[in-house]
């Protein structure tokens, strides 16, 4: 079949009695022809201009001591639920300076209705928005694209609605509000802003990411949801992205892959994080026996995915060598774990909990600093839901360590079970010290030693059968 572009040529050429106007007419059509293809065909360049995690005011601060006070002073758990909370608290990985919303401790009885949850909400969002457009030095109504993705609060209007709303943003703004999506929401929703900035020309798109604890504290005696008290907390990332070439020089990263991973098709997978009622009618997310099981049965397929798209030739040849081995039984080996440490600079996987966390060190063979930035983030902020990758960032950015041409791996998963890794190239050197990081003022305190604590584990209820 003979192009479009050839077509024209051939054309004119073997008309040469066509008038100059014609001739003009029909080689602006072919340049019109090929510059469509060449904008429609090449990927949009997606650019981190700038993020922002919320730092809640001290006043919300909580130890262990005060979450175990509070829980007892309830009188809804029992002595067994409540040494399980100690154990599991003092095993966690968490430290002493997390935070909880208003409703759970600044009052009681705990206030868990749908106007303090609110409250909640519009506190950390809000809060980051504000600050990333000031740090991005961008107005609300240059943005036309919003994502905000809250796993277990989705009220009517949505997150997302509040954010137009407060912000006063045009109305084209395209807007999504992502549900249900567990730790991986976040770097999901940057793969859906991503797609959207390959179709939408000179864009700017905001990722909101965050949890909101009001309305989904637990509070019944089934020992398979009390895990979640235990260790999620107050947080919230705002990322504002850019696929407009004039702002590569003064963005931070550059996006480089998104690989994604979807195991849900298999129902012990599907119901290893599970909302639902306990036998008293009480609401809340159970964690089952089998979630270490298929946390690291997703990982590794998430990260097989992205080896072919970041490992060098020879660690590719190493590990297709070792699966065939295997596959043909020729000799007794065991599986050949990638160096990835050669393909990144900085390893920030989402701290779901300490025993997460040494799975994946283990799976991967990373080192102790490696590890840093998620355990420091576990320890100082708890778990903050899928925004808690970003603090991660936030940390490497305040030690000074994020140079130019540096690679950051974001790895992050949750229920369904969904993996998602994100690869980023660091366009500039990130200096220690930016007044809009949380870490700053006490980024010279961290490190600390978290290994001093023994691991627990999540297998408390049986599978549900397939």
């Given amino acids: ?76 758990f029992s002595e067994d639920s409540l040494d399980f909370m100690k154990k599991t608290l003092d095993r966690s990985g968490l430290g002493e300076s997390t935070y909880l919303p208003a409703g759970l401790i600044g009052v009681y009885p705990p206030n868990i209705s749908l106007e303090e949850a ?12 504000e600050e990333l457009l000031v740090k991005a030095g961008v107005k609300g109504e240059e943005i036309g694209i919003v994502v905000v993705n809250c796993s277990a609060f989705s009220p009517v209007p949505s997150l997302s609605a509040m954010i137009v709303n407060r912000y006063k943003l045009g109305e084209n703004v395209l807007s999504y509000n992502l549900g249900g999506m567990g730790c991986s929401g976040s770097l999901r929703a940057i793969s859906l802003a991503k797609h959207l900035l390959q179709v939408h020309r000179n864009s700017y798109a905001l990722v909101v990411s965050t949890e909101n604890i009001t309305p989904n504290c637990y509070m019944g005696d089934d020992r398979s949801k009390i895990l979640i008290n235990c260790l999620f907390r107050v947080g919230c990332a705002a990322i504002l992205l850019s696929n407009r ?27 290893c994080i599970f909302q639902e009622e306990d036998r008293a009618g009480l609401v809340g997310v159970t964690v089952d026996k089998d979630l270490l099981a298929v946390a690291s049965a997703a990982i590794r397929s998430n990260v097989t995915a992205l080896g072919r798209l970041v490992l060098p030739a020879s660690e590719k040849l190493r590990f297709l060598g070792n699966h065939i081995i295997r596959y043909l039984h020729v000799a007794n080996v065991e599986p050949y774990v ?54 991660e960032l936030a940390y490497a950015e305040a030690k000074g360590r994020v140079k130019r041409g540096d690679r950051v791996w974001q790895i992050a998963f949750g229920s369904g079970f969904k993996c998602t890794s994100l690869v980023w190239e660091a366009i500039r050197t990130v200096d220690g010290g930016e007044k809009m990081n949380p870490w700053t003022d006490e980024i010279d305190e961290f490190p600390v030693d978290t290994q001093c604590t023994g691991s627990f584990s999540f297998f408390f209820e049986p599978s549900k059968p397939n």
């Fill in 245 to 271: 070439s004039a702002d590569r020089r003064r963005s931070k990263y550059h996006l480089l892959h998104d690989v994604h991973t979807h195991t849900a098709s298999s129902d012990r997978s599907y119901n």
């Fill in 338 to 391: 990638p160096n990835f440490k050669s393909s990144f600079d900085h390893f920030l996987t989402h701290p779901g909990g300490k025993p997460i966390l040494d799975e994946v060190r283990r799976n991967l063979q990373l080192s102790e600093t490696q590890m840093e930035a998620s355990r420091m983030t576990l320890y100082r902020f708890g778990n903050v839901s899928s925004s808690t990758v970003w603090y």
């Fill in 1 to 76: 079949m003979i192009s479009p572009s050839i077509f024209i040529l051939n054309f004119i050429e073997n008309h040469p009695n066509l008038s100059f106007t014609l001739q003009i007419t029909l080689c602006l059509t072919l340049i019109a022809f090929i510059l469509n293809l060449l904008t429609t065909n090449r990927s949009r360049k997606v650019y981190i201009l700038d993020f922002v995690c919320y730092k809640p005011p001290k006043f919300l601060q909580c130890s262990k001591g005060l979450i175990l006070e509070r829980s007892r002073r309830l009188g809804i």
């Fill in 118 to 129: 609110r409250k909640e909400v519009e506190m950390v969002m809000f809060g980051a928005v």
